[in-house]
C-alpha cells in the first residue's frame, strides 16, 4: 500500500530552526511537495522536489532523497505566523497525490 | 499564477437537502479537477477525480450518487452533496490541473466549510 509518514506534532521557538521529517512509500513517484496550510484553510504550496538534493527558498527549505524514500522541510528564523500545519504529499506514478496526515507546528515566543 | 476560487467559502445546511459547490479555474483551462474532504486535525482525502466531458472517477468508499460531480467545462466543476447530513459536515477543497502546464502542477481552491444541522 501507499503511505506517507510525518510527526504529528512538533514545537519550535520563535527565531529558532525547525526540521519537519517525512518518509513515504508509493506506488511510482513523480515528485514531492509540502503544503502549509493554517487551521480553516486550504494548504498553499511551499515546495516540489523531484531529484535528489536541497531546494532553497527564502526561510524555507526542502530535501528529498529517493533512494530512501525521505523528505524534510526545513523552516529557519521561525516566526508566529508560521505556527500552523505542514503536509507532505508525494505524486505517484498515476498523477495522483497522496497525502500525509500532516504536522501541526506550534511556534512558542 | 494559477487562481481557482470556490463557491460559497461557508454554507450551513438542514438535514435533508441538498448543497452545490462550484469551484473555478480563472486563468487557466483545467483539464483535472480534484475534490478533497478534509475533517478536523486530519489530512486531506480524495474523493474524486473529475476530466471536463466526462464522468468523475470515485474514490473507494466514496458513493458517487450522493456527492454528485459536473465538469461540464474547462474552467468550472461542481459538487453537490446531496440528502446532506450531519455527519458531511466537512471541509471540502477543490484543486485544477492545468491543461497547458506539467502534470505535477496542482491548485488549490480557498474550501468550502459545510455544516449540517
Given at each position: 500500500g501507499q503511505n506517507i509518514d510525518q510527526p504529528t506534532e512538533m514545537t519550535a521557538t520563535e527565531g529558532a530552526i525547525v526540521q519537519i521529517n517525512c518518509t513515504y512509500q508509493t506506488s511510482g513517484f513523480n515528485g514531492l511537495f509540502w503544503y502549509q496550510q493554517h487551521a480553516g484553510e486550504a494548504p498553499t504550496f511551499l515546495s516540489y522536489n523531484v531529484l535528489d538534493g536541497l531546494e532553497e527558498k527564502g526561510r524555507f527549505s526542502s530535501f528529498l532523497s529517493r533512494s530512501k524514500g525521505y523528505s524534510y522541510l526545513l523552516l529557519k528564523?521561525?516566526?508566529?505566523?508560521?505556527?500552523a500545519s505542514y503536509l507532505c504529499a508525494v505524486m505517484d506514478s498515476n498523477y495522483q497525490l497522496i497525502w500525509g496526515a500532516g504536522t501541526k507546528l506550534i511556534i512558542k515566543p | 499564477g494559477a487562481v481557482v476560487s470556490q463557491h460559497p467559502s461557508r454554507v450551513i445546511c438542514k438535514s435533508g437537502t441538498s448543497v452545490k459547490i462550484e469551484c473555478r479555474s480563472l486563468d487557466f483551462q483545467a483539464t483535472t479537477m480534484f475534490w478533497y474532504r478534509q475533517f478536523p486535525k486530519k489530512s486531506l482525502m480524495l474523493m474524486a477525480t473529475s476530466n471536463e466531458g466526462s464522468k468523475a472517477t470515485y474514490e473507494q468508499g466514496v458513493e458517487k450518487d450522493k456527492f454528485l460531480i459536473n465538469h461540464?467545462?474547462?474552467?468550472l466543476s461542481t459538487l453537490t452533496v446531496t440528502?446532506?447530513?450531519?455527519?458531511?459536515?466537512s471541509f471540502y477543497i477543490c484543486s485544477a490541473r492545468s491543461l497547458?502546464?506539467?502534470?505535477n502542477e496542482q491548485y488549490f481552491g480557498p474550501g468550502t466549510r459545510l455544516t449540517v444541522t
Open positions: 528564523e521561525l516566526q508566529m505566523k508560521d505556527s | 461540464a467545462s474547462l474552467t440528502s446532506a447530513h450531519p455527519e458531511d459536515s497547458a502546464g506539467a502534470r
